[in-house]
T-cell receptor
């Protein structure tokens, strides 16, 4: 049973426009959510995160929104740039004894920024 | 430079031949973990460790062993590799388990 779902395997967006990547989760025990970005032949890199006590977190061109009632989060990239083309993974965790009790990842969305 | 290193980066082996993939971090992180990435399945956690001598199973631990004798090292051991363990493996570390720093990956092929 997949606890973190990214239903769009790929997304194509024009350069300069907004990219919106979506993620749904089923486990209500998750209390911390993250987005990672991955280029081919490299390890994932942390992008942005949000705690369940917030509904929005912003860092430059990247904003993550969390809707707890819908168990849904989204990543907005504005404006989209060619270097944003990558696979984006949504991940979730729950705190356990002062640390994360593992990370559960979605399957990823391949974002393609068109010139 | 802060980094997570993995060795080897590429490995081709045969069924049943024990192997170890090493992972080392220089950030004094308490938390380390191993993931495998497979097409269509995303990243799945194999094992994680919140501190020295403390390890826990992730989502897909079968066929793998780990040890955490020192803070900086977290080797992944395949006692008897099988072809279904052919995958891309990532080691990661962090202070508390959330924002994890990933290594460059180890591509393993088991024939």
């Amino acid at each position: 049973d997949q606890q973190v779902k990214q239903n769009s395997p790929s997304l194509s967006v024009q350069e300069g426009r907004i990219s919106i990547l979506n993620c749904d989760y089923t486990n209500s025990m998750f209390d911390y959510f993250l987005w990672y970005k991955k280029y081919p032949a490299e390890g994932p890199t942390f992008l942005i995160s949000i705690s369940s006590i917030k509904d929005k977190n912003e860092d430059g061109r990247f904003t993550v929104f969390l809707n707890k009632s819908a168990k849904h989060l989204s990543l907005h990239i504005v404006p989209s740039q060619p270097g944003d083309s990558a696979v984006y993974f949504c991940a979730a965790s729950r705190n356990s004894g002062g640390g994360a009790d593992g990370l559960t990842f979605g399957k990823g969305t391949h974002l393609i920024i068109q010139p | 430079e802060a980094q997570v290193t993995q060795n080897p980066r590429y490995l081709i082996t045969v069924t049943g031949k024990k192997l170890t993939v090493t992972c080392s971090q220089n950030m004094n992180h308490e938390y380390m973990s191993w993931y495998r990435q497979d097409p269509g399945l995303g990243l799945r956690q194999i094992y994680y460790s919140m501190n020295v001598e403390v390890t826990d199973k992730g989502d897909v631990p079968e066929g793998y062993k780990v040890s955490r004798k020192e803070k900086r090292n977290f080797p992944l051991i395949l006692e008897s590799p099988s072809p279904n363990q052919t995958s891309l493996y990532f080691c990661a570390s962090s202070f508390r388990g959330h924002e994890q720093f990933f290594g460059p990956g180890t591509r393993l092929t088991v024939l």
